[in-house]
């Protein structure tokens, strides 16, 4: 791997750093990296740094090319990467700059179930839900559609499935841009895309994605606890995945696409993984359809799995799910680009966002809000890893303001898979674990070595320094205590 | 120099570094490390041809090509590429007949989920001997 950052970073506050514009010929903005001091010296190890002042060079970026604490090294953007492009000046759209995994997500769900009714009986609750909800390297989903179907999928994402009784209409409402963007183009799409998803809605897939119960172990906001039917000692389950193969091969064929496109617009680019167009564009315009449908695709799947997992509690328990409380807290996109109006020069300005490895963080009182959220802000779900916790937050007026509202989507990777594995030699992640009081299990054989809590920063962490920033505020912490992975 | 690949680290990801005397000697290594990240692969059945003619600007991004080609084989058609002949691999141009076989799913142990082949570090260079290449696989 190529070594530590050499390039400046210059210390704002405790909690931000900047790469000034001056560092690199063609940056038209600063960088700003969100970090505390310790933090800092984990980002300065790879080239994430590097990669927030490439993007910097974007046409048409917006006030600062922005990095979230748990930055990491990824392709064109880093992970934890933000920025905002103007169309009306130019601004382009980047496949980099939402990455492989369209619309890879988080949602949550909260219950009235209790440590004590779940605890005794997890290793067989995990069996049932890997019996109920599809996972692991390529598995397709026991819910088929048809090619017309999985067409209304990726036209209406959630809405289409709901209505198919896949979930409750109360669903749709807990979820960021109601589980579906409007401008989305299935005809967009090349054959090998719709192949490699066509049979995979309803399905977890592998890697870091995963399905989790968690016991609610702190409020620290009772407010917007009781806002979200967060309560002390209860359960709530997690599931993260995304658009699955559809939209893996949406980014690769948008990459391949625009490849030209630098050139032809008279970009200048300092790395192939960023390649864009102009939002306003044919190409921008047609990645930007693309990537609706893929988006819409992982709502929709996102929505399927929580079906599933209803269903599995609903038999396992012998209750109904809407005894259980098991309802939709909100679900959230961290690998997306939106359109989005934010305050420019003294201007509402409709800006393209790019969020890759991060997630939305609008305050209260923000329009898109759901009146459940209208007076506390939007759920921002922060995962940690199997071990440690995770956290609820809420975002603060002040993203509005500094990050085009947006905040972390977890604790970051802090070691590669082949050091994970290597740090696993002699040792069973999985009793840890348990002796953790965690009951994990994966399909694959390495997913608990390179997933160990060790592989990723202490997400207490990252989310403090954007509490500490005032871009989001702790809610609740969330203990894992069981663990699904593909 | 005989064909050999290795896995480097990538922090999220994998890497693959490839080398052999042709650039034509790059492609099998190429698909056996692909399919060392995705677990132990066995194939078995008959054989199925495939052929592929693909276009690039340089070797390199032609090799990425070939491994997208054969992702999309593994994960679309879970077929696994047994053996490669190649036709012509030029600075833009690459045909090749690819032989599969079906993924034997009760002998083969599958561990990681290849989202994509990245352009990100994307390398062919000479070496003394032969070619070296590196590739990033996104997980």
Not at chain 1, 158 to 163: A, E, G, I, K, L
Not at chain 1, 217 to 246: F, K, W, Y
Not at chain 1, 302 to 312: D, E, F, G, K, P
Request: with cysteine; charged share 25%.
């Amino acid at each position: 791997m190529p070594g530590p950052y050499k390039g400046p970073l210059e210390r704002i506050d405790d909690t931000s750093w900047r790469i000034p514009k001056s560092y690199k010929p063609g940056m038209r903005v600063d960088g700003i990296i969100y970090a505390d001091d310790v933090l800092i010296e984990s980002v300065k190890q790879d080239q994430s740094p590097e990669q927030v002042a490439n993007v910097a060079m974007l046409p048409g970026i917006v006030k600062h090319s922005l990095a979230m604490p748990d930055i990491h090294w990824g392709y064109g953007f880093c992970i934890g990467g933000v920025a905002a492009t103007n169309p009306k000046q130019g601004g382009v759209i980047s496949p980099g700059g939402v990455g492989y995994d369209i619309n890879c997500g988080v949602r949550l769900l909260s219950t009235n179930l209790t440590l004590k009714d779940v605890q005794p009986r997890m290793e067989q609750l995990i069996e049932k839900l890997f019996k109920t909800v599809p996972c692991g390297v390529g598995r397709g989903g026991i819910i088929k559609f048809s090619k017309k179907e999985l067409h209304r999928i990726m036209v209406d994402g959630s809405h289409y499935v709901v209505d198919r009784g896949f979930g409750w209409k109360s669903d749709i409402e807990m979820t960021e841009a109601s589980g579906r963007i409007d401008n989305a183009r299935p005809d967009f799409l090349s054959q090998r895309a719709i192949e490699r998803g066509h049979d995979q809605c309803g399905t977890l897939g592998s890697g870091n994605h995963f399905l989790e119960i968690q016991v609610v172990e702190r409020i620290d906001d009772p407010q917007a606890a009781s806002a979200m039917d967060l309560v002390e000692g209860n359960i709530t389950v997690a599931i993260h995945s995304g658009s699955r193969g559809l939209g893996y091969q949406v980014c690769d064929d948008a990459i391949k696409e625009l490849h030209n496109a630098p050139r032809k617009y008279g970009i200048e680019l300092p790395d192939k993984q960023l390649v864009c167009a102009p939002v306003e564009s044919p190409e921008g315009q047609r990645y930007l359809g693309a990537m609706g449908a893929a988006a819409n695709f992982a709502w929709a799947n996102r929505q399927i799995m929580t079906h599933l997992v209803r269903q599995a509690f609903s038999e396992f328990f012998d209750m109904s799910a809407e005894r259980m409380g098991l309802s939709l807290i909100y679900d959230v996109a961290h690998n997306i680009a939106k359109m989005e109006s934010y305050e420019v020069d003294g201007r509402m300005t409709e800006l393209c966002v790019h969020r890759k490895g991060a997630t939305r963080a609008f305050p209260a009182g923000h329009p898109e809000l759901p009146d459940r959220y209208k007076s506390i802000g939007q759920p921002v779900l922060v995962p940690g890893d199997m071990g440690r916790s995770s956290y609820v937050l809420v975002g603060r007026p002040s993203a509005m303001e500094n990050t085009f509202g947006s905040c972390c989507h977890g604790a970051g990777r802090l070691m590669s898979r082949g050091a994970a594995i290597r740090a696993a030699k002699g040792r069973s992640i999985k009793r840890e674990l348990l002796d953790r009081g965690v009951i994990a299990k994966a399909r694959g054989r390495t997913g608990l070595d390179e997933e160990q809590p060790e592989a990723y920063k202490d997400v207490l962490q990252v989310v403090d320094v954007l509490h500490n920033a005032d871009i989001s505020r702790r809610v609740a912490r969330l203990r894992p205590i069981g663990v699904m992975k593909g | 120099m005989e064909p050999s690949y290795e896995l480097f680290d990538h922090t999220a990801d994998m890497g693959i570094r490839v080398r052999a005397a042709t650039l034509p000697d790059l492609l099998a290594p190429a698909g056996e490390a692909l399919y060392d990240v995705i677990g132990d692969v066995k194939a078995g059945g008959d054989s199925e041809p495939v052929s592929i003619n693909l276009i690039g600007e340089e070797p390199a991004e032609l090799l990425r090509d070939y491994l997208a080609e054969v992702l999309t084989i593994f994960d679309r058609d879970a077929r696994v590429v047994t053996s490669v002949d190649v036709a012509t691999f030029t600075n833009d141009h690459l045909t090749a007949t690819l032989q599969t076989a079906i993924l034997d799913d009760r002998r083969s142990a599958l561990h990681r989920e290849v989202k994509a082949i990245t352009y990100h570090e994307l390398d062919v260079r000479s070496i003394p001997g032969g070619f070296e290449a590196s590739l990033i696989v996104d997980i």
